[in-house]
């Protein structure tokens, strides 16, 4: 059995106090909402915290404000998310990438702000410390190697939160609060193309809360391929918003791919050749055969990455059609 290192754990009661005792504590900390994550990371030893800082007593973590835009607090769960009407009616993709993930023990646990900063997830990685030290550690924690693309200098670990790919097709924001003060960026300035230093956040900022504009009119879902329907990490995701007009011209189009790099890939010429266009199956089939294009899975999670690349045109084909509702 694989058993938690000793560690101690901080309860802040509000946001500056987390912040302070991230600054205080330096690289020895780390963040906790839900643990899903952190805590089996922990116990395989990728994660080797000395203090965990708490965020589950921190009111302010679990803001809920409809007013025209959504705010989510960072600390509501997957449960709350992929239940509640106001987003089941109003967000229908959020809420079903947010049941999605893993499993119902786990949304009760885990929260949306942990999915957007959840860790990038390798074969090599996602591991026990014997079965990765038999191996001889990789790049990404305590070695120099990159044992899906040897010779590489940076790290391909994936991004495989669920909820991150629609976030960024509904044009959300995030706010957050470190010892400089506060700043908002749309959530796809949240990640890097790199496996390790995948997130553009200090260490010592906490994600507060996620601000959603108004969907109305917008037509949205993602779709998620995974091993086992009963729960397992994407490994292909693909989110997609669109609006169109009266005659069917589509006036606005969001597309951006989960699980395929180290980040959500944002899939821009597919995007591009739907706007202005009326939809039909011809361009959703142009549109399926561009995105996949630059999606490049590399041989680090589950099924063969040629495999997955087609996939993500059967994906979004299947997104498109459900979303124009040619399908
Ligand atoms: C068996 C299993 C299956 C899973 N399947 C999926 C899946 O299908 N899809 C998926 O997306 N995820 C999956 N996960 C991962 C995880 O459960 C989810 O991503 C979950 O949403 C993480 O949220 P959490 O609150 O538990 O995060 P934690 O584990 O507490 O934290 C995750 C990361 O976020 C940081 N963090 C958390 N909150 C904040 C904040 N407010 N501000 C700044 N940093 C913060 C932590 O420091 C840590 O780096 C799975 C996990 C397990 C164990
Ligand atoms: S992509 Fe390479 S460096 Fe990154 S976790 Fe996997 S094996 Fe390690």
């Excluded at 693309?149 to 790290?155: F, K, Q, V």
């Amino acid at each position: 059995m694989l058993r938690l290192p000793p560690f101690e754990y901080l309860a802040p009661r509000t946001v500056d106090e987390a912040v302070d005792m991230m600054t205080d504590n330096g690289w020895g900390a780390m963040l906790v909402a839900g643990g899903t994550d952190v805590y089996p990371g922990m116990k395989r030893r990728i994660f080797e915290p000395k203090k965990l800082v708490g965020l589950r007593q921190i009111e302010e973590l679990k803001k809920f404000e409809v007013n025209g835009k959504l705010t989510l607090g960072a600390g509501l769960t997957l449960t709350r998310i992929s239940t509640h009407p106001e987003i089941i009616n109003r967000y229908p993709a959020l809420a079903t990438a947010a049941g999605l993930v893993s499993t119902p023990q786990l949304r009760n646990m885990g929260t949306i702000g942990g999915n957007l900063c959840v860790d990038t997830r390798c074969t090599y990685y996602n591991q026990t410390e014997p079965w990765r030290q038999a191996l001889t550690y990789c790049m990404k924690k305590d070695g120099d190697t990159c044992w899906v693309a040897p010779g590489s200098l940076r790290c391909w670990a994936v991004n495989s939160s669920d909820t991150a790919p629609i976030m960024i097709a509904l044009g959300a924001s995030v706010r957050l609060v470190g010892p400089m003060g506060e700043r908002s960026i749309p959530v796809q300035a949240l990640y890097n193309n790199d496996g390790i230093e995948y997130i553009t956040k200090a260490p010592n900022e906490i994600l507060v809360d996620i601000t959603i504009p108004d969907a109305t009119g917008l037509r949205m879902t993602y779709k998620k391929l995974r091993r086992r329907g009963s729960f397992d990490f994407p490994i292909v995701g693909v989110a997609a918003a669109v609006r169109l007009a009266e005659d069917g011209t589509c006036t606005e189009a969001n597309i951006v791919l989960g699980a395929v790099a180290s980040y959500p890939l944002k899939a821009t010429d597919a995007e591009n050749i739907l706007i202005g266009q009326k939809i039909t199956d011809e361009l959703i089939e142009e549109a399926a055969k561009i995105a996949f294009k630059p999606a490049k899975p590399l041989d680090n999670t589950d099924m063969g990455h040629p495999y997955r690349k087609q996939m993500v045109r059967v994906y979004l084909k299947r997104a498109l059609q459900e979303v124009t509702g040619l399908s």
